[in-house]
C-alpha cells in the first residue's frame, strides 16, 4: 500500500505508455547539439539545464496554444533522415530506461517536410531509430516494444494523406492515427474523411479531444468520428455532476467524493457512455496543469475517474515541455493522491488492454511481463483490483 511503496520501486515496474509525442520528448542536450548543426537559433542560456528548464517554464502557461509554441524547436531539428532516426531511437532508449515495456510514440510526418523529406522517409527514419533503439534496449536488459502513431494536425488540411500515410505502413510499424494541435476553432469532424478512411480500413484511431475544450469536441470524436481512443479526454467531467456543479468546476472535491461514495456522482449521457462503452481515457495529469485543464496533481480528475472505473490509463504526453517521466507521473499520483500499487498495476493493464497492437501480443505482456511483475511488489497487504469487464 501507499506506506510502503518507494519511488524506487516505482522506478522498476512496468509501465505501458500510450500517448507520447515524439517532437515532446527530445533529449534537451540533442537539441542543442543538433540545433547547432543546422544553424537553428535556440532561447536559453545555451546550455542543456538551461534549455530543458525554458521548454518546462514556457510550456508551463496555463494555455494549450503557448504549451505549442514551444514545439518550433524540437520540430527543427527533426529534418533529415539522421536527425529523425537519432531522436527516435534516444526517445526508445529513454522509455526502456523509465521501465516503459510497451509504448506507442506520436508525431506529425506533415511537421519534418522542411528540409525536402518525403512523407514515407519521414516515416521510415522514424521506424529505422524505433528498431534499433528496441535492439539497443533488448541488449541492454530493458525489452520494450514501440509503435508509431501518426498525426495529422487539426489546423492543416493533410489529414487525409496522413491517415493513407498510416493504412500504408500498418503492421511496418504504424500502429493507428490521430489529430493533435490548438482544440478550440478546430473540431474533430473537421477532419471527417480522415476519419472515414481509417474507419474503412479497420485501422485504429485516437483523437485529441476535450483537453482545452470541451464535451462537444468529445461527442464529435466518438460519435462523428469513431475514434478508439481519447487523447487526454479530461473534460469528460463536465458531464460529472457533483450536485453543485461539475467533476471539472471543483476536481479535489470530485475526488474526495468518488472515494467515498461513487454513487453520489450523476454521469450525463456521454459520461455514460464514455464509462459503459469502456473508451480508454488517455490521460496526462502533469501537462494538464501546465495547460490549465486542471488544478494540480492532487485534484486531477484522473482520481475521481479512477474511482469511477472509467478505463483510465497514465502517460506523460511531452516528456521535455512537461519535465516529466512515466515514474514523475506515478510518483505524484502516489504521492499527492492517494494513489498505491494497485491503482498503478490496474492503469498499467488498462493501458496494455486498450493498446493498438495485436490481442495476442496485448495478452502476452499483460501475462508474462506486467502481472508477474506487479506481484512481486506486492507487499501481498491487499487484494488486486479486480479487472474491469
Ligand atoms: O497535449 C497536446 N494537445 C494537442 N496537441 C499537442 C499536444 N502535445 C503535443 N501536441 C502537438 C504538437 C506536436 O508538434 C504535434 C505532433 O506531435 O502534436
Ligand atoms: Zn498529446
Not at 496533481?297 to 519535465?323: E, G, Q, W
Request: proline letters at 4%; charged letters at 20%; aromatic letters at 6%.
Amino acid at each position: 500500500m501507499t506506506s510502503s511503496l518507494t519511488r524506487e520501486q516505482v522506478a522498476g515496474l512496468p509501465k505501458v505508455l500510450l500517448h507520447d509525442h515524439l517532437d515532446g520528448g527530445v533529449r534537451s542536450a540533442t537539441v542543442l547539439e543538433l540545433a547547432a548543426q543546422i544553424g537553428h537559433e535556440l532561447p536559453g542560456d545555451g546550455t542543456v539545464d538551461g534549455l530543458a528548464e525554458w521548454f518546462r517554464a514556457s510550456a508551463d502557461s496555463g494555455s494549450l496554444e503557448r504549451y505549442l509554441e514551444t514545439f518550433v524547436h524540437t520540430v527543427a531539428v527533426m529534418q533529415t533522415r539522421d536527425h529523425l532516426y537519432r531522436v527516435a531511437r534516444e526517445c526508445v532508449l529513454d522509455l526502456a530506461a523509465d521501465g516503459v515495456v510497451y509504448a506507442e510514440s506520436r508525431y506529425a510526418p506533415e511537421q519534418h517536410l522542411q528540409r525536402g523529406l518525403t512523407l514515407d522517409e519521414v516515416v521510415e527514419a522514424v521506424n529505422a531509430g524505433f528498431r534499433d533503439g528496441e535492439a539497443q534496449a533488448a541488449a541492454e536488459g530493458r525489452p520494450i516494444v514501440v509503435r508509431a502513431l501518426l498525426t495529422a494536425m487539426r489546423h492543416a488540411a493533410q489529414s487525409t494523406e496522413i491517415a493513407e500515410l498510416a493504412v500504408r505502413y500498418r503492421g511496418q510499424g504504424v500502429a493507428g492515427f490521430d489529430i493533435a494541435g490548438a482544440e478550440a476553432g478546430f473540431p474533430p469532424s473537421r477532419h471527417l474523411a480522415a476519419f472515414e478512411m481509417m474507419k474503412r480500413a479497420n485501422a485504429h484511431v485516437t483523437i485529441h479531444a476535450g483537453e482545452a475544450f470541451g464535451l462537444p469536441s468529445i461527442w464529435e470524436a466518438l460519435q462523428l468520428c469513431g475514434a478508439d481512443r481519447l487523447g487526454h479526454g479530461v473534460r469528460i467531467g463536465d458531464d460529472i455532476g457533483l450536485g453543485d456543479g461539475t467533476v471539472t468546476d471543483d476536481p479535489a472535491r470530485a475526488n474526495q467524493v468518488a472515494a467515498d461514495d461513487p454513487s453520489a456522482l450523476r454521469l450525463g449521457s456521454l459520461a455514460a457512455y464514455v464509462r459503459d462503452t469502456r473508451v480508454p481515457l488517455e490521460l496526462c495529469p502533469h501537462s494538464n496543469v501546465q495547460t490549465g485543464a486542471a488544478p494540480s496533481i492532487a485534484a486531477h480528475p484522473i482520481t475521481a475517474l479512477a474511482r469511477l472505473r472509467y478505463r483510465v490509463t497514465l502517460n506523460t504526453d511531452n516528456r521535455l515541455m512537461s519535465d516529466t517521466t512515466m515514474t514523475k507521473e506515478m510518483w505524484a499520483l502516489v504521492e499527492e493522491a492517494g494513489w498505491d500499487l494497485d491503482d498503478l498495476r490496474w492503469v498499467t493493464v488498462n493501458a496494455m488492454k486498450s493498446a493498438f497492437l495485436p490481442f495476442d501480443q496485448r495478452l502476452a505482456l499483460i501475462e508474462d511481463v506486467i502481472k508477474p511483475a506487479y506481484s512481486c511488489s506486492s507487499s501481498g497487504s491487499s487484494a488486486p483490483r479486480s479487472e474491469s469487464p
